[in-house]
């Protein structure tokens, strides 16, 4: 399984993004996918995580203001960022999991600017 993050960007705190993660090979296989952050200084942590069923959960620092979704193929997870804050600036990856365990994409900056 591959993946391709792709979205990251500046932003001004109050703003939106979106970031997407193209996933080729063995998509048929995955039971989750999910987006995880890293701030500088800080442990890689959850933001939000979605089943091949649809089933999302988040992080409580992003409940009501990120949103993912993906494709029905399982081709493609989306993170929609809104109302953002200068704490969500952080390296964002997508994550893919399949019985053979979680497969990772390359991260992309996200910056928000106070």
């Known amino acids: 399984v591959q993946l391709q993050a792709s979205g990251g960007g500046l932003a001004q705190a109050g703003g939106s993004l979106g970031l997407s993660c193209v996933i080729s090979g063995s998509s048929s296989t995955i039971t989750t996918m999910g987006w995880f952050r890293q701030a500088p200084g800080r442990q890689r942590e959850l933001v939000a995580v979605i089943s091949s069923g649809g089933s999302a959960n988040y992080a409580d620092s992003v409940k009501g203001r990120f949103t993912i979704s993906s494709d029905g193929a399982k081709d493609t997870v989306y993170l929609q960022m809104n109302s953002l804050k200068p704490e969500d600036t952080a390296v964002y990856y997508c994550?893919?999991?399949?019985?053979?365990?979680?497969?990772w994409g390359q991260g992309t900056l996200v910056t928000v600017s106070s």
């Open positions: 994550t893919a999991t399949t019985l053979a365990g979680r497969h």
